[in-house]
Nanobody
Framework: QVQLVESGGGLVQAGGSLRLYCAVSGGAFSKYVMGWFRQAPGKEREFVAAISRSGGSTYYADSVEGRFTISRDDAKNAVYLQMNSLKPEDMAVYYC????????????????????WGQGTQVTVSS
């Protein structure tokens, strides 16, 4: 059974940084496209960032492009989201997700394309 566990969320002032961490167990990590999504109160879950199986392709939502960086460490079965220059509108529960893929360099941005999800970690940004 594949399990994803996020950590690293917390309270930060606007302009600050956080690094989210997602540990994956129970599956073949190298065969997954990995993604981060977020959901703010009263809003639908939205795509944030994704990274290909190879790690060589990444894709970001326009709202975080240039501020967030997704990365993966296959030796540790982990994916990270470095978040800089945080804004109050970044406040949400952040979810890690894994998608099975036969493609080495493609990414996925639709939530319905992902097969496994973590429980989420809260990010709060104070203004």
């Amino acid at each position: 059974q594949v399990q994803l566990v996020e950590s690293g969320g917390g309270l930060v002032q606007a302009g600050g940084s956080l690094r989210l961490y997602c540990a994956v167990s129970g599956g073949a990590f190298s065969k997954y496209v990995m993604g981060w999504f977020r959901q703010a109160p009263g809003k639908e879950r939205e795509f944030v960032a994704a990274i290909s199986r190879s790690g060589g392709s990444t894709y970001y939502a326009d709202s975080v492009e240039g501020r967030f960086t997704i990365s993966r460490d296959d030796a540790k079965n982990a994916v990270y989201l470095q978040m800089n220059s945080l804004k109050p509108e970044d406040m949400a529960v952040y979810y890690c997700a894994a998608a099975r893929s036969i493609y080495y360099s493609r990414v996925k941005s639709g939530s319905n394309e992902y097969d496994y999800w973590g429980q989420g970690t809260q990010v709060t940004v104070s203004s």
